[in-house]
């Protein structure tokens, strides 16, 4: 799941669509049209739980985006997001994925990967000084 917009996407190229699946904000996937897109928004259907100290949990809370049906969910199709490195297998910085390395997602659009894959989803993308540390890899996506 993207955790952060690091380079803002073109909000007028956003586009809703249903992916005929629940999608969580910030998960990596594939239009329609099998281009590579990361959601704004989860999906109308998509519901989050939230543990209450001392009262218990909440569950089915909706979380999508306002005004979707079902399973349609708010789409960008550009811009640098950060994705938890364990995504890749491994820990920054000893993942061993570079900048300007190939990131790829399989062909049902919900798995990302640094080796060859089955669609190609965007490349690494390090901001100056970026701080590998943390855990996250940034991917430039639609390129």
């Known amino acids: 799941m993207a955790t952060n917009l690091v380079y803002r996407n073109t909000d007028s190229q956003n586009r809703v669509e249903d992916l005929g699946r629940t ?3 910030g998960e990596p996937a ?5 281009l590579p897109v990361v ?24 979380a999508g985006g306002v005004g979707l049906d079902e399973q349609e ?3 960008a199709f550009d811009g640098t997001w950060e994705f938890d490195a364990d995504v890749f297998g491994g820990t920054l910085p000893t993942t061993g994925i570079d900048q ?11 798995e990302l990967s640094a080796g060859a894959g089955d669609v190609e989803f ?16 940034p991917v430039r996506i639609g390129v």
Do not use: C, H, Q
């Open 100 to 110: 300007g390395d190939t990131i790829y997602i399989n062909d049902d659009g919900d």
């Open 23 to 25: 999608v969580a904000p």
């Open 39 to 62: 959601a704004v928004t989860g999906s109308a259907d998509y519901t989050i739980s939230e543990e209450i100290e001392g009262v218990g949990t909440l569950s089915d809370i909706p």
């Open 73 to 75: 969910v708010t789409l």
């Open 122 to 137: 965007g490349y690494v993308d390090y901001p100056k000084d970026y701080d590998t540390t943390r855990g996250f890899i």
């Open 30 to 34: 594939l239009s329609l049209a099998g």
